[in-house]
């Protein structure tokens, strides 16, 4: 018979953290609305269709992380590097971006942006 891995999710900073550290880097659907991530080094991970919907993400090396799909509206991203990321699909309305390294990050015409935000002044490449 086939082993069955019920995997928990990943539902606190802890955790990611925990794991970030022990080489995991698939956190797709992680439920992290809420969660202080400040100052964390999650370079490369995959946030694809994760809930971080108001984490406090300030400080935080995302590069090169797969947010395609990700809630992250209402999240503090001041001074956050989020070069080279995948932000396809991705809601960052109301999301604080001022600081934010965006440079050579990828969206789409799907992503969300906050009002007001130039995301081509930002570096941002536009995909169709």
Do not use: W
Request: charged share 25%; aromatic share 8%.
């Amino acid at each position: 018979m086939p082993e069955v891995n019920f995997q928990q999710p990943i539902n606190s900073a802890a955790n990611i953290i925990e794991e970030y550290a022990a080489g995991k880097r698939d956190f797709e659907k992680a439920e992290l609305g809420n969660a202080n991530l400040q100052g964390v080094d999650l370079k490369g991970s995959d946030f694809s269709y994760a809930d971080l919907s108001t984490a406090n993400l300030s400080r935080a090396n995302l590069r090169g992380c797969d947010l395609s799909f990700a809630d992250l509206s209402q999240a503090n991203l001041q001074d956050a590097d989020l070069r080279g990321a995948m932000l396809f699909s991705t809601d960052l309305r109301q999301a604080d971006l001022q600081g934010t390294h965006l440079e050579k990050a990828d969206c789409n015409h799907n992503t969300h942006f906050p009002t007001n935000f130039d995301p081509v002044a930002a570096g941002v490449k536009m995909s169709e």
